[in-house]
Antibody
Framework: QVQLQESGPGLVKPSQTLSLTCTVSGGSISSGSYYWSWIRQPAGKGLEWIGRIYTSGSTNYNPSLKSRVTISVDTSKNQFSLKLSSVTAADTAVYYC??????????????WGQGTLVTVSS | EIVLTQSPATLSLSPGERATLSCRASQSVSSYLAWYQQKPGQAPRLLIYDASNRATGIPARFSGSGSGTDFTLTISSLEPEDFAVYYCQQRSNWPTFGPGTKVDIK
């Protein structure tokens, strides 16, 4: 059974960089059948896709966040990571990592981490 | 950007009743639409992908239909554990989600 687990600081100061890691267990992150995404959800609000990374290392980002986002992968550790720079209070949210399944035509997110709350505050 | 709208925002029903949730896209997404269920304090769970295919382990009471711009998620007979928020999602150039429909107990 595939499991994803987010980790990282729960509190980040304004203007600093938010850094999170997602550890994948029960399967290899190097499988070409998937890509790996970050998705966030402010309290009481909907879901916002942040970006994705393929096992090749190719990335795509939400245009609204593109200038501040970097997603990377470490296949040796079966992990992928998110960096979001110049954060403000508007970046306070629960951050999820998720797997996109390329075997479905629409690449649905079939496995999700439990989510981690990141608060931006001084 | 393709915008998804969901209706109604809230659906108040009793266990055993049929739930019909709507998702409309601002332009055609073909059949590239998924539905997720989210309960408080939990991550979303994939229910339906490619508009009408149930994900692994999803009960048969959940069904999806539609193509192009109009999609429907139907729960044939609500169980107590089905009261939750439901999101639709499309893939287009980048994934976007609808604002959600909350199904609560009447």
């Amino acid at each position: 059974q595939v499991q994803l687990q987010e980790s990282g600081p729960g509190l980040v100061k304004p203007s600093q960089t938010l850094s999170l890691t997602c550890t994948v267990s029960g399967g290899s992150i190097s499988s070409g059948s998937y890509y790996w995404s970050w998705i966030r959800q402010p309290a009481g609000k909907g879901l916002e896709w942040i970006g994705r990374i393929y096992t090749s290392g190719s990335t795509n980002y939400n245009p609204s966040l593109k200038s501040r986002v970097t997603i990377s992968v470490d296949t040796s550790k079966n992990q992928f990571s998110l960096k979001l720079s110049s954060v403000t209070a508007a970046d306070t949210a629960v951050y999820y990592c998720a797997r996109g399944n390329l075997s479905t035509a629409m690449v649905a997110f079939d496995y999700w981490g439990q989510g981690t709350l990141v608060t931006v505050s001084s | 950007e393709i915008v998804l709208t969901q209706s109604p925002a809230t659906l108040s029903l009793s266990p055993g009743e049929r739930a019909t949730l709507s998702c409309r896209a601002s332009q055609s997404v073909s059949s590239y639409l998924a539905w997720y269920q989210q309960k408080p304090g939990q991550a979303p769970r994939l229910l339906i992908y490619d508009a009408s295919n149930r994900a692994t382990g999803i009960p048969a009471r959940f069904s999806g239909s539609g193509s192009g711009t109009d999609f429907t998620l139907t729960i044939s007979s609500l169980e107590p554990e089905d009261f939750a928020v439901y999101y639709c999602q499309q893939r287009s150039n980048w994934p976007t989600f609808g604002p959600g429909t909350k199904v609560d107990i009447k």
